[in-house]
Nanobody
Framework: QVQLVESGGGLVQPGGSLRLSCVVSGSIFSVNAMGWYRQAPGKERELVASVTSGGRINYADSVKGRFTISRDNGPNTVHLQMNSLMPEDTAVYSC???????????????WGPGTQVTVSS
């Protein structure tokens, strides 16, 4: 079994900050890319930021300069520091990992249950 557990969501005023964390646990052989996606009501899920095992980082244009993704490989944890939050950042944020379990010879996509981020005054 592989599990991704997120923490750190909540309600924040515009201009405020939040830090999301995601811990991967279970029968893990290897972890490739990890990242954060978000889905706002009535919209499609979109990539927010991702980081590969080699440290290559990608951000959505809408969050560049405001959000920072970081990763710890032991244990497998990914963080998303969100600054200068705006109401349009309101969404459910989900952690994603490309993970190879011990019982498989290939990588698979795994998702956390999601955490709500609400930016409102």
């Amino acid at each position: 079994q592989v599990q991704l557990v997120e923490s750190g969501g909540g309600l924040v005023q515009p201009g405020g900050s939040l830090r999301l964390s995601c811990v991967v646990s279970g029968s893990i052989f290897s972890v490739n890319a990890m990242g954060w996606y978000r889905q706002a009501p009535g919209k499609e899920r979109e990539l927010v930021a991702s980081v590969t095992s080699g440290g290559r980082i990608n951000y959505a244009d809408s969050v560049k300069g405001r959000f920072t993704i970081s990763r710890d490989n032991g244990p497998n944890t990914v963080h998303l520091q969100m600054n200068s939050l705006m109401p349009e950042d309101t969404a459910v944020y989900s952690c994603h990992g490309q993970i190879r379990p011990y019982y498989s010879t290939s990588f698979h996509d795994y998702w956390g249950p999601g955490t709500q981020v609400t930016v409102s005054s």
